[in-house]
């Protein structure tokens, strides 16, 4: 087991896996960003920003203090949002003690270089075993601790399986996996398909057209994670078609929820502006599109989704383009 650990990021998932730590014995440093004072957002024991409503353990320091934060730390939970994490992991990567594990919770793609978070960590962070963690993990519902599962993913012997025993409650049920890279590419991918999953509902556009997008989504999905490297079996499992059916039906997930808006007639840069949270979804869309053009993997509904985030295409006319598409096997995936 752990004593200590360090999480990186003051969002909603990074706070939550901070009280989770926490409920197992662990100390918590949990280190904001400079443009974050952690005294101002952490008040009376509650993120007010990101997580209100939530107090936290006594066991978890908010803190500014990057040296003090890795000092005797013997895991690193990364939580920043995927297009910021090069920059926190340039400052801190020299902070972190010799060969401990580091754990990642970002879902994303970087958009100048197409790398997973867990590439870009260890690009800064050589000879620290990384792994991933994802699956339907809706940071509220976790929050309460409502029954939740999570798949910690790493080729490295004996390092999920640290994650599983440092993070598991009662409540709260981890899987291993060896499979990193479908596991994280999963955690990304489904975000695009929640936004189309999103302005499906801003359309009313019913549920029979939502599950057929959910399905048809998955397809998309494990296609471009296969030619990745990915096992096709991840995709149908929790950090698969999991996270996949939470993200497209949870009110409270942000990406299905800012889908919603666009679907409804609010501009995109409307919708960026006034969320309090990054909207992951978006810069992954135009990540994604690139990574399939590369690989030549068809993405019908992920370019769909691009042409209304970057070219002001009306939803009504996507979605109508995509039903109008030439008739083809199922089996023809």
């Not at 695009?192 to 599950?211: E, F, P, Q």
């Not at 296609?223 to 991840?234: H, I, N």
Request: aromatic share 4%; hydrophobic share 45%; charged share 20%.
């Amino acid at each position: 087991m752990v004593d200590k650990a360090t999480v990186i990021g003051i969002g909603a998932m990074g706070t939550v896996v901070s009280q989770i730590l926490a409920t197992n014995g662990v100390n918590v440093a949990l280190l904001a960003r400079d443009c974050e004072p952690a005294d101002e957002i952490f008040v009376a024991g509650e993120n007010r920003r990101y997580l209100p409503g939530v107090h936290l353990s006594e066991l978890v320091r908010p803190t500014n203090n990057a040296m003090a934060a890795f000092l005797s730390s013997e895991l690193v939970i990364s939580a920043m949002p995927c297009q910021y994490l090069r920059a926190a992991w340039a400052q801190h990567a020299a902070l972190v003690p010799p060969e401990i594990p580091i754990a990642s919770v970002t879902k994303g793609i970087e958009i100048s270089t197409l790398r997973r978070p867990s590439q870009i960590i260890a690009e800064f962070a050589p000879g620290h075993p990384v792994v991933v963690l994802s699956g339907p993990n809706i940071a509220r519902e976790l929050a309460r601790c409502l029954p939740a599962t999570m798949v910690a993913a790493c080729p490295t012997p004996g390092v999920a399986e640290l994650i599983q025993q440092t993070l598991g409650t009662s409540w709260l049920r981890i899987y291993t996996s060896q499979d990193l890279v479908g596991v994280e590419l999963a955690g990304a991918l489904k975000n695009v398909i929640a936004l189309a999953a999103g302005i499906l509902d801003g359309l009313r556009a019913g549920d029979n057209a939502k599950a057929a997008l959910v399905t048809r989504g998955l397809v998309e999905i494990s296609r471009l994670g296969v030619a990745l490297g990915a096992r096709p079996e991840t995709f149908a499992g929790l950090a698969g078609v999991g996270d996949l059916i939470t993200t497209s039906v949870s009110p409270h997930g942000r990406n299905r929820s800012a889908g919603e808006r666009i679907g409804d007639g609010v501009p995109v840069r409307q919708v960026v502006e006034e969320s309090t949270a990054v909207i992951e979804g978006i810069p992954t869309t135009r990540a994604v599109l690139e990574l399939a053009a590369r690989h030549h993997v068809e993405m019908p509904i992920t370019r769909a989704v691009y042409e209304v985030l970057f070219e002001n295409k009306p939803p009504l006319l996507a979605v109508t383009e995509l039903m109008n598409r030439p008739p083809k096997a199922e089996d023809r995936v």
